[in-house]
């Protein structure tokens, strides 16, 4: 019963049997099999299509689904109460951060955590650009994120943490442009660049890594959009509007554990104050 509610809380926030396969890593004919097993032990249609691709939740889904999500609570709950029970660990805190949050926030953020915190929960830091992030909290495979990206969804809770500078650096005569990926921060706002200084990059290297593109600017290669926080101070740079001061976001889902809450309480506060 726990993974046909997994499978539905997915279908049912992602409004796509593909989106859910894809978030919680099995194959679609196994959703459309763990709904179809679901639907006939309610006796309840949950969704209906329109066409090949439109996805809509019935009003039955749409009462089941804040029911299913406190069954999926209760579940993991009570199997977590059993594992501590029997062997005693630290609580698991799984934060999806995006590489300049993990590079320039975090350590900061860590740095001054208390250490009752520190000593009760263990923090998993895995690094991904904002939209994958997204996705990772709305599946609960990221109990927290951390992200540069003004992004957002229905279930999601988005708080603004702290306030970061991008610059524009390197080589700034330089025909060659240092992308990031789709879906990381600075790819929206290094777009929201070109399209504000009408540029048509002739050349470019798209670099899925923020660490290496700040290692190829210093070795005087290409130029890029960057955050001054990240940059070596040899590294020549220009500063651009206020239109490039963006905010990093702490996210959650909106029906998070509430051991969470303390956690969340304290980043916030600690980042606030940096």
């Known amino acids: 019963m726990f993974k046909l509610l997994q499978t539905f809380i997915a279908v049912y926030e992602t409004r796509s049997f593909s989106k859910a396969a894809s978030q919680l890593f099995i194959s679609q ?11 006939e032990k309610l006796t309840v249609r949950l969704f209906e299509r329109n066409g090949h691709t439109d996805l809509y ?24 109460s059993l594992t501590i029970e029997a062997n005693p660990v630290k609580t698991q805190v799984v934060i999806g951060a ?14 001054k955590l208390p250490l009752e915190i520190r000593h009760r929960v263990h923090f998993k830091i895995e690094m991904h650009n904002s939209e994958e992030i997204l996705a990772g909290v709305l599946n ?48 929206h706002y290094m777009q929201q660049y070109f399209k504000q200084e009408y540029i048509v990059p002739s050349q470019f290297l798209t670099i899925s890594n ?27 740079y220009q500063t651009l509007s206020t239109a490039f001061n963006r905010d990093f976001y702490l996210i959650h889902h909106q029906h998070q554990r509430t051991d969470l809450n303390d956690i969340i309480m304290a980043l916030e506060s600690i980042a606030k104050k940096l």
Not at 29 to 39: A, F
Not at 57 to 78: E, G, I, K, S, V
């Open 29 to 39: 004919p196994t959703v459309s099999v763990h709904i179809k097993q679901l639907e």
């Open 57 to 80: 939740p019935t009003n039955n889904a749409r009462r089941f689904y804040q029911h299913a999500l406190h069954l999926l609570d209760d579940w993991q709950a009570a199997t977590a």
């Open 98 to 111: 995006s590489q300049t949050t993990a590079t320039v926030l975090l350590p900061k953020i860590f740095e």
């Open 140 to 187: 609960k495979q990221f109990d927290l994120g951390l992200i540069e990206k003004p992004i957002t969804h229905d279930f999601i809770v988005r708080d603004s943490i702290a306030v970061d500078q991008l610059v524009l650096a390197g080589d700034l005569s330089s025909d060659t442009w240092l992308v990031r990926e789709k879906g990381s921060g600075v790819y």
């Open 210 to 236: 923020n660490d290496v593109i700040v290692k190829m600017l210093s070795a005087g290669i290409g130029k890029s959009i960057v955050s001054i926080q990240s940059l070596p101070e040899h590294v020549p």
